[in-house]
């Protein structure tokens, strides 16, 4: 018994040896562990018509609508190549933004008739997390922000990492999401989105252009209106280049595409 559990105490050591060696880096806005919770929820979020800020219209038909939507950008390289595709498509998106100073791109964005979202100024999840105070600051300073620079104020919000992220619990406490839920719908008077198809661009630092095209039509085939999760960030090149065949895609099986506003039923993984 005392060999093998000086065995055992011997294969620890030598895991933990292993494991500091390693380099590990996941930068916060790709947490894997999130994503991959969020790629599971997504599949059956509610969705929200409560009265006074979501209405059943007859975008909640039977007509299939698509809404792409993009996270954390703008990004010099990406952004623009993704407005280029919309363009040559002629369809609508919405872009969840953070404060990155691309004022030229977030007016583009606006100007050419897309809806901006606020994603929070930072995305900094020690920071947004911590407080409800914090939170509200850094939502307020991006909204300013963007009124100052395009004329329009959002009035759409999307969490980083999601309404039932996680990992605000190690800054807020378990109950920091549904607090905070709360407070973006009924205190500030935004609308709030997750999303129910995920592309699957955000659980790797950078995806096959292939699995971002399965993953995007194959959850689109399970809704009627799809929410579609993808990102605009600077490492997100085969978002783009996956674009136009889940643009395509998606019109071969009788989507028609829509931006996402204050009026469109919420999507939630945690509801207010």
């Given at each position: 018994?005392?060999?093998?559990?000086?065995?055992?105490?011997?294969?620890?050591?030598f895991s933990?040896?292993?494991?500091?060696?390693?380099?590990?880096?996941?930068?916060?806005?790709?947490?894997?562990?999130?994503?991959?919770?969020?790629?599971?929820?997504?599949?059956?979020?509610?969705?929200?018509?409560?009265?006074?800020?979501?209405?059943?219209?007859?975008?909640?038909?039977?007509?299939?609508?698509?809404?792409?939507?993009?996270?954390?950008?703008?990004?010099?390289?990406?952004?623009?190549?993704?407005?280029?595709?919309?363009?040559?498509?002629?369809?609508?998106?919405?872009?969840?933004?953070?404060?990155?100073?691309?004022?030229?791109?977030?007016?583009?964005?606006?100007?050419?008739?897309?809806?901006?979202?606020?994603?929070?100024?930072?995305?900094?999840?020690k920071y947004?997390?911590?407080?409800?105070?914090?939170?509200?600051?850094?939502?307020?300073?991006?909204?300013?922000?963007?009124?100052?620079?395009?004329?329009?104020?959002?009035?759409?919000?999307?969490?980083?990492?999601?309404?039932?992220?996680?990992?605000?619990?190690?800054?807020?406490?378990?109950?920091?999401?549904?607090?905070?839920?709360?407070?973006?719908?009924?205190?500030?008077?935004?609308?709030?989105?997750?999303?129910?198809?995920?592309?699957?661009?955000?659980?790797?630092?950078?995806?096959?252009?292939?699995?971002i095209i399965?993953?995007?039509?194959?959850?689109?085939?399970?809704?009627?209106?799809?929410?579609?999760?993808?990102?605009?960030?600077?490492?997100?090149?085969?978002?783009?280049?996956?674009?136009?065949?889940?643009?395509?895609?998606?019109?071969?099986?009788?989507?028609?595409?829509?931006?996402?506003?204050?009026?469109?039923?919420?999507?939630?993984?945690?509801?207010?």
């Amino acid at each position: 018994m005392k060999r093998l559990l000086w065995s055992l105490i011997g294969l620890t050591g030598f895991s933990l040896i292993i494991s500091f060696m390693l380099p590990i880096y996941v930068p916060a806005q790709y947490d894997s562990a999130i994503l991959k919770t969020n790629e599971r929820n997504s599949r059956n979020a509610p969705v929200s018509n409560q009265a006074g800020k979501t209405v059943t219209t007859a975008k909640a038909g039977d007509q299939k609508i698509a809404y792409l939507t993009f996270d954390d950008g703008p990004s010099a390289n990406n952004t623009p190549r993704i407005l280029d595709i919309l363009k040559k498509y002629n369809i609508k998106a919405t872009f969840f933004v953070n404060g990155n100073g691309k004022k030229k791109i977030y007016k583009r964005i606006v100007n050419e008739g897309h809806v901006i979202g606020n994603h929070t100024y930072t995305h900094n999840y020690k920071y947004i997390y911590s407080s409800v105070s914090s939170f509200k600051k850094d939502v307020d300073k991006l909204s300013d922000y963007l009124e100052e620079i395009t004329g329009k104020r959002p009035e759409i919000f999307r969490f980083p990492g999601g309404s039932n992220n996680t990992v605000s619990r190690k800054y807020g406490g378990r109950t920091m999401m549904k607090t905070l839920c709360w407070v973006i719908y009924n205190d500030m008077d935004y609308q709030y989105f997750d999303w129910n198809v995920s592309s699957g661009d955000a659980i790797t630092y950078r995806a096959k252009k292939d699995f971002i095209i399965r993953s995007a039509l194959n959850g689109a085939k399970r809704t009627k209106h799809a929410i579609i999760l993808m990102h605009d960030a600077a490492p997100k090149t085969t978002t783009v280049e996956a674009l136009p065949e889940i643009i395509r895609g998606l019109e071969s099986m009788g989507f028609k595409f829509d931006v996402l506003t204050k009026d469109t039923p919420g999507v939630h993984f945690v509801m207010p």
